[in-house]
Nanobody, 121 residues
Framework: QVHLVESGGGLVQPGGSLRVSCAASGVAFRINDMGWYRQAPGKQRELVARITSDGSTNYADSVKGRFTISRDNAKGTVYLQMNNLKPEDTAVYYC???????????????WGQGTLVTVSS
C-alpha cells in the first residue's frame, strides 16, 4: 500500500557532496519516523540517520557533522544531504519509514529499494 522510492545516488569524488531523496506514496497514511540506512558489501545494514515527525534527529557517529537529514511532510519526502564524502561512505543507501495507515491504524515499516552511492576518485 505504501511505497518508498529513493533517488539521487551516484558516483562522487572524495570530499564531494550528494543529496539523496526518498518519496513516499500510496494509500492514506501518516508518516511517523523516517530514516536512512546503508549497507556496504560484506557488512551489515547500519543506521545512518533518523528523523522523527517533530523534526528531532539522530545520527551515526561516523557521519555527524557531515550528513544532515531533513523531511518535508507535505511532500512525504525525506532527504539526506551528504557532505565531505569519504570512500568508506560507499554503500547502498536505503530509505525507511514507520507509518500508520489511516483506514485501520495499522503500523507498518516500509523500506525502499535502495540507491547506490559510490565515493571514489
Amino acid at each position: 500500500q505504501v511505497h518508498l522510492v529513493e533517488s539521487g545516488g551516484g558516483l562522487v569524488q572524495p570530499g564531494g557532496s550528494l543529496r539523496v531523496s526518498c518519496a513516499a506514496s500510496g494509500v492514506a497514511f501518516r508518516i511517523n519516523d523516517m530514516g536512512w540506512y546503508r549497507q556496504a558489501p560484506g557488512k551489515q545494514r547500519e543506521l545512518v540517520a533518523r528523523i522523527t515527525s517533530d523534526g528531532s534527529t539522530n545520527y551515526a557517529d561516523s557521519v555527524k557533522g557531515r550528513f544532515t537529514i531533513s523531511r518535508d511532510n507535505a511532500k512525504g519526502t525525506v532527504y539526506l544531504q551528504m557532505n565531505n564524502l569519504k570512500p568508506e561512505d560507499t554503500a547502498v543507501y536505503y530509505c525507511n519509514a514507520d507509518i500508520t495507515t489511516v483506514a485501520n491504524y495499522r503500523r507498518l515499516e516500509v523500506w525502499g529499494q535502495g540507491t547506490l552511492v559510490t565515493v571514489s576518485s
